[in-house]
């Protein structure tokens, strides 16, 4: 490693540690080692435009403000309706409701924390009313908020997608079933936890008659994956204009079907979506310049080289690869991750001989169990937030789905056909 390299590191991870913002932290790293280098300042500038000039990075905005459109319009309500009617009689079901309501919800959002924190909000409570500790919702709202990393649309695999040059298309696919079967994982902890802990159920199962009411009620909502993600995999629109279509529909859906939409909402409402663009954002356009310096003193090829030269053996690395990137995931914001360590990991992944969207899928998934692992995750945070409750409290309940998390993790690493599947109906 270079010696500005080096020192540039360092800076960065001195400032990171001491408590500093990310963007601002990759800025002024970015110019301690431009300055070290001898590289005009002006380069700076240059690379931070440079870093958000993309197309696809358009569809950011647009899938935050759809998503917060669609929380305050009443559609995340609307889902977690529909879900208990499913599960309401079910050993576990309240907990059960939670993850299919964040999976429904993910599906419409694209963000950890936007998904825990509309779910958390509403479920948190009414399972804690129901005799559930609340540090066990807590941590299941906080485990729940990344599957809205994994089902499309989402916006990591977008970042990704940029990062690596790949179908955002096919990434999106490729996270579907992992985020289905994380989902599945997490229910089961539901009903064992319920089991173990006598809270039984004395809600009968829901009548059709009630199911036909929660689903009539909830179409809209229960549409809006439909259009946008159909619209995408139809060759209707592309990711980005899916976004667009996506506020179009929310807009219209929340002032004009259920009403809970009002016009003197939509300036907090955007105002709220501008401030956590502007945050990914300004993260990116940061991270752009510290990842080119980066480039230009060879630390991807040096850290590919180092982590190769490990094992021949392309079960260790792989393994040493997840360890890695799921401490990365938990110390530092994900997207700036992808940003930073992308010529790294593409080159190991080519090196590896793995197909660029499974490795992809790999990558984003790591990330996304970091945004609900302590001591940094983004999720956690909300979680805390909404239940008031310290993060070592949750953390301790966070364990045995953060252990079904890891299983599915290792399926999809070395059961490449998992992700693979949907993505090759695109050819």
Known sequence: MSEVALVTVIVFLVLMF?????????????????????????????????????FTLLAIPGFVLTGDLMMRGGLSTRLVRICHTLVQHVTGGLGMVTVLSASFFAAISGSAPATTAAIGSIMIPEMEKNGYPRRFPTALATASGPIGQMIPPSIPMIIWGVVSEQSIAKLFLAGIIPGFLIAVGLMTV?????????????????????????????????????????????????????SAVGVTYALFVGLFVYRELKIRDLYSVVLQSCRTTGIVCFIIATASAFGWLMAIEELPSTLTNAILSVSSNPIVILLLLNIMLLFIGAIMDNIAAMIILGGVLTSLG????????????????????????????????????????????IAKALIPMFIVQVIVLLLITFVPFITLTLPSLLG
């Open 18 to 54: 001491g408590g500093l913002p990310i963007a601002i932290t990759l800025g002024f790293a970015s110019a301690v080692g431009l300055y070290i280098a001898d590289i005009d300042m002006v380069v700076l500038g240059q690379r931070i435009i440079s870093g958000t000039q993309s």
């Open 190 to 242: 539901c009903y064992f936890y319920a089991r173990k802990m006598g809270i039984g159920t004395s809600v009968k199962r829901a009548t059709k008659k009630e199911m036909m009411v929660a689903f009539n009620d909830g179409k809209w909502a229960l549409l809006a994956p439909f259009v946008i993600l159909g619209g995408i995999y139809g060759g209707i629109f592309t990711p980005t204009e899916a």
């Open 350 to 393: 080519a090196n590896l001989g793995l197909d660029p969207t499974h490795f992809g899928a790999i990558v984003v998934i790591n990330f996304a169990i970091g945004m609900a692992t302590p001591p940094f995750g983004y999720s956690l945070f909300v979680g805390s937030a909404i239940s008031k409750l310290p993060i070592e409290e």
